[in-house]
């Protein structure tokens, strides 16, 4: 049962990539800016309750209460000064290079503040679902990598049905192909941009907290999540929700059987070599030249 | 400063970019005599440049108005000063309620959708949901949307996209993407439809079809504006006409 028990490992390193590829997915099919600082929530979503259960005493349910709150507090003020005098005042900042910039120096401006606050000690929130690993014919399943596992797909099968089958979810996707024709329709695209900007920061936080027993985070680890997301982020051409959850799950398991079969050293090296001779030879299939010209 | 001064140092300053507008507002009027649109010194800047200055007019429900002039003088721009896409002075009441400024939901709620000049459409989205999106400003259930009937006579109006509803609308010609987006202006249930040059880049015989849906829906009773800068096809249908031009009063 290796092979088994590899997609297991597979699915839960998956689904950590492709819950933060949703994220990223979804903010930049509204606002057509890629959000580097993902990760970064997530970081402060794990260190933030660990910080307040472990180091102040507080309740668990009161810390991760008052993290998300802090997280959606900060996420939606940073929308307010920031992303509005950037796009929406009388000189508007346009082109990727510009608001990836501004995600960017957000990033950097969350590890510093995180860096004092938590430390640069390697933490974890408090495991939320205790016990030894469940075992079924043969089969091991962690409960952490259960509960990861179940957030990705809650997490980017609700965005999927949100964008496919509701008015709304076709609003939100109008807001980013055409933010003109969408105000034409009556879409309010400022207040998708800070509600879908907010909604992902919270879900990252919350990913954060449910994932962080499982690897542990510092204050730097935010970089390395927002990046895995990306990976997957782009296979769904930076648009597809739906499609980016998908090949976060397949990137998951393709690394998880190439470390258990092929060579556990080089595993990651031979994964990123094929994953990009499949975006050479499938550039249109997998949505990269919808990401590149928009 | 007043608005008008304002302006009229701006049209100083820009000397071609700004127009003066104003038209027959007691002149012919439509069928109920009723008006649809008020328009009052309704003047539209972007920064320093003055598009549109004091613009005075008013259509009448029933009416087809076209609205006229040369490109650049500042059609496009009255629409969407009037449709709040862009900010404005003056006052522009709605069927008699005066309309909030810069509010698009609102006037499309309160019964006047513009289809934009260059279409505006979402290019990755199928045609049919182009369509649909039209009766956002009304609903938020696609359900209720999709058996709605302003979104089943816009579907209905154009028999030949039936086949091409589930192709993403970039893919669409450009004949068909101007008819999804007369349709999507529809679908918001419009007691006025203002549609921003219609027949941009099209084929003669295209236009003529566009200019028969028009036709159609001005019948149904919706009252109509168009914004053609040549005037000879839009006055087969239109009953009224507001010049605009640099500097000209425009009653034609």
Redesign the interface.
Known sequence: MKFGNLVIAGLVTGSIYAVFAVCVAVWYRVSNILNLAVGDFAMVGALGVDNLYRVKGLPLPVAIITTLAVVAVFAYAYDRVVLRIAQDGPRRMEGIVVTFFFTFALSFFIDGVAKMLFGTDVHAAPALWNGESLTWASLHFERAGLLVLACAIIIGGAFWVYIRYTLGGKALEACGENAVGARIAGIDTRRYRWLIFMGTAVIAAIFGIVESPITGYTYLSGATISLTGFLAAAYGGFRKPGRALVAGLFIGILEALLGGYVNAEYGDTILYALLAAAVLAWPRGLGFESAVSG | MSPAEEGRSGAGANGAGAVRAGADGAGRTGVSGRAALNVSNLSVAY?NVVAVHDATFTVAEGDACAITGPNGNGKSSILMGV?G?VRRRGAVEIFGTPAPNGD??WA??NGL??V?ER???????TAI?NI??????W????GK?RKSAPFGRAIDLFPELKPHLKQLAGTLSGGQQQMVAIA?GLA?DPKILAVDEPCLGLAEAVARRVYDVLASIHEQGTTLIIVEEAPKRALTLCNRRVEVRNGVAGAA
């Open positions: 920064g449709t896409m698009v939901r499309a709620r959708t513009l934009p279409r505006q459409l979402y290019p990755e989205l949901d649909l999106l039209g009766c956002y400003c609903t938020r259930s696609i949307a999507r918001s």
